[in-house]
């Protein structure tokens, strides 16, 4: 599924489209201006948009609840976490490798992140 969702002055618009790309809904929430601030003010604080923290607001306030709908929502996730990683830059990278170093450093038993670093230093 795919949202869009929008914050103007009059409220906030939500379409959720299904995968062939048709409107399957569309909702329009007057907000009082307080919300509608506050808001705004999260987003600016978050360095993202009104409308993606509308929508993750939402998204975690009522999470997929058929086994469907979870997947469905996994899946989108796990792809939004491996195009995150392909824009990731040579600096951003080697951070995130150090994280996962100190993270296994501090395991006595089983090393989590042992076979992913291996496999980069090898390649």
Not at 87 to 107: G, K, Y
Request: glycine content about 4%.
């Amino acid at each position: 599924m795919t949202h869009y969702g929008n914050v103007d002055a009059g409220g906030l618009t939500v379409v959720e489209w299904n995968c062939e790309g048709r409107c399957r809904m569309t909702e329009h929430f007057k907000l009082p201006d307080g919300l509608r601030q506050r808001i705004q003010l999260a987003a600016l604080r978050k360095g993202t948009s009104t409308e993606q923290l509308a929508l993750e607001v939402l998204a975690e306030r009522f999470p997929p609840e058929t086994p469907e709908e979870k997947r469905q929502s996994l899946q989108e996730m796990l792809a939004e976490w491996h195009a995150e990683d392909l824009a990731m830059t040579e600096e951003e990278s080697a951070a995130n490798e150090e994280v996962l170093r100190q993270i296994d450093s501090h395991r006595t038993h089983r090393k989590l992140f042992q076979e992913y670093l291996s496999n980069k230093n090898n390649k």
